[in-house]
């Protein structure tokens, strides 16, 4: 690979929209004013940093602009999405009008050039290219108002850039993804295991999670390295099925009368406790109402009693003994939209944090660090955070693993493979490098054939991302078993690491191979009847979603 740091030049330029007006300026030197505001560059070889301070004026958004950038023909370019995929990511044309979050790829037959912001920046990025040039808009709203700064100065972003010759596009996405997180943290041991929300959907008890955990240890018998057992969506106190409720998180049900019991147990049976939580979204009495998001009544972590809240739920889950955390929904509950309706905001207009002077990007990596920094306080670093419905590039740093994509199923193989295919094949650049990749559960419950379910557990197995299955005891005959204790075996391990060949031509990758060409995989993702046409399944809702 021949790699070419690119200096990123200063924007040619600039239109800054605050809560009464929108500017736009040449941009002339290192620093924009406007009022009350300044806007500043940084630069040096590797980066392009941007600053901005207010005083009284609030700010909602800045857009810059960079002129006189020439593509090359054919050119494809690849982005990322505001939080989990949803089926929908892919290489295209140029499209002046899509919006690519937080980094894109420029992918022609001579070369890669990549653009992006380093990971945890203080304002929502997504760029935009045209056969003109390239832009990059920064949300730097508080919710959904102007972020009132009271003088403070901060780093919205650092701005990168990179050219490679010589390797593929997806070596070259790899290293980008490097450059721009220098500091991830990863999980000490290969993580895979059982979690058994694809058959039970929230329909379970203590003495089911002990039978899972004795089918999982009979799938795993004879593998060094120890599975997980995760107890999701069903454990919490005011849990209520087809809610996904949240909590308070103090204790469990009738069905889970004792939680630091349960996770002795578990890990005298021999596996690691792991277990869900919705952090944002609680139903105790004694939270105040200041507390509380004016917009839909979760929980405002930026008001600091209500963060300390979620610091000691935290660590009590942590005391109990489960040693990975899965927390969940928080992208939805701070900002009130899934990520296929963020198109391009993330949120409404017309509300803000309890602390107004934080950006939104500054508000989650508050949220992660807190949940982080307590996981460590309590667990002297031994507890793994999995974030889900979660910002991957502001948790880059602050999470193990992410979750990577939205659900996949154990009834429908459609949604699997149109979800989770897809976020395992176009999220890989980033395992390893910001956090470990999960593209979700295998769902084994006779309703998507062994088949199906076991090419998508290979391929997770062969990627070397965490592999976890949801299988309904007793189902599998004793062959299915025998190949899944296989495919559990190179997961536990995670020593092969295959990447999409063909995903430049595909959303659904088929054909996978490692780096050397040692191990080389072919998948067959679709039935011979063809699609199976459901209009209320999520693909088509998500199409009509984005397209509305």
């Known amino acids: 690979m021949l790699k070419n740091i690119l200096k990123v030049n200063r924007p040619d330029f600039i239109e800054l929209t605050t809560e009464t007006k929108t500017v736009t300026a040449k941009w002339e030197n290192d620093d924009y004013n406007l009022d009350d505001i300044n806007v500043k560059l940084n630069q040096d070889n590797e980066y392009l940093a941007i600053f901005l301070t207010a005083q009284t004026s609030k700010v909602k958004w800045i857009k810059l602009r960079w002129n006189n950038l020439s593509w090359d023909k054919n050119v494809r370019f690849l982005g990322d999405a505001w939080e989990r995929g949803y089926g929908d990511m892919e290489w295209k044309g140029m499209n002046p009008n899509r919006f690519m979050p937080w980094y894109f790829c420029a992918k022609s037959e001579a070369k890669s050039i990549c653009y992006g912001v380093k990971v945890r920046p203080s304002a929502m990025c997504f760029w935009q290219v045209d056969s003109l040039g390239m832009t990059l808009f920064l949300d730097v709203r508080c919710g959904g108002s102007g972020v009132n700064l009271k003088g403070r100065v901060i780093k919205l972003a650092d701005v990168i850039a990179c050219e490679m010759r010589d390797c593929t596009s997806f070596e070259a996405m790899q290293e980008f993804c490097g450059q721009m997180c220098e500091d991830p943290i990863l999980p000490k041991y290969p993580v895979y295991g059982s979690n058994n929300w694809y058959y039970a959907y929230g329909k379970s008890s203590e003495s089911e999670i002990l039978a899972d955990c004795d089918y999982i240890l009979n799938l795993t018998k004879d593998i060094e390295n120890k599975p997980y057992m995760v107890i999701d969506d069903c454990w919490q106190e005011h849990h209520r099925l087809n809610e996904y409720n949240g909590g308070p998180w103090t204790k469990g049900n009738e069905k889970f009368p004792d939680m630091k019991a349960l996770a002795d147990k578990l890990v005298q049976k021999g596996v690691r406790p792991g277990i869900w939580v919705r ?270």
């Open 279 to 548: 952090l944002l979204l609680n139903e105790d009495e004694n939270i105040k109402n200041e507390w509380r998001l004016s917009h839909n009544n979760c929980i405002d972590p930026t008001n600091p009693e209500a963060l300390n809240y979620i610091k000691e739920d935290i660590k009590r889950i942590c005391n109990w003994g489960y040693t990975l955390i899965k927390h969940d929904f928080s992208t939805f509950d701070l900002f009130g939209k899934w990520g296929f309706q963020m198109s391009p905001l993330v949120t409404d207009d017309g509300w803000h944090f309890y602390d107004d002077s934080l950006t939104s990007a500054e508000v989650v990596k508050l949220l992660y660090k807190v949940i982080l920094d307590a996981s460590v306080e309590a667990s002297n670093g031994e507890t793994l955070i999995l974030g889900c419905n979660t910002i991957g590039h502001l948790g880059a740093g602050y999470m193990h693993i992410n979750r990577t994509g939205d659900d996949t199923s154990g009834v429908d193989w459609e949604r699997t493979r149109f979800m989770g295919v897809n976020t395992l094949a176009f999220r890989l650049p980033q395992h390893g490098k910001f956090y470990e990749i999960d593209a979700d559960c295998v769902g084994i419950d006779g309703g998507i054939s062994w088949s199906m379910n076991k090419q998508w557990a290979d391929v997770l197995a062969q990627s070397g991302t965490p592999l976890f299955i949801s299988v309904r005891p007793n189902i599998l005959d004793e062959t299915e078993k025998q190949e899944l204790h296989e495919i559990l075996k190179v997961a536990s391990k995670q020593e092969h690491h295959v990447i999409p060949v063909d995903w430049e031509e595909t959303t659904c990758p088929e054909h996978w191979q490692d780096k050397d060409h040692d191990i080389d995989c072919k998948y067959q993702w679709f039935e011979e009847t063809g699609l199976k046409f459901n209009p209320n399944t999520i693909r088509y809702q998500t199409f009509l979603s984005m397209t509305e």
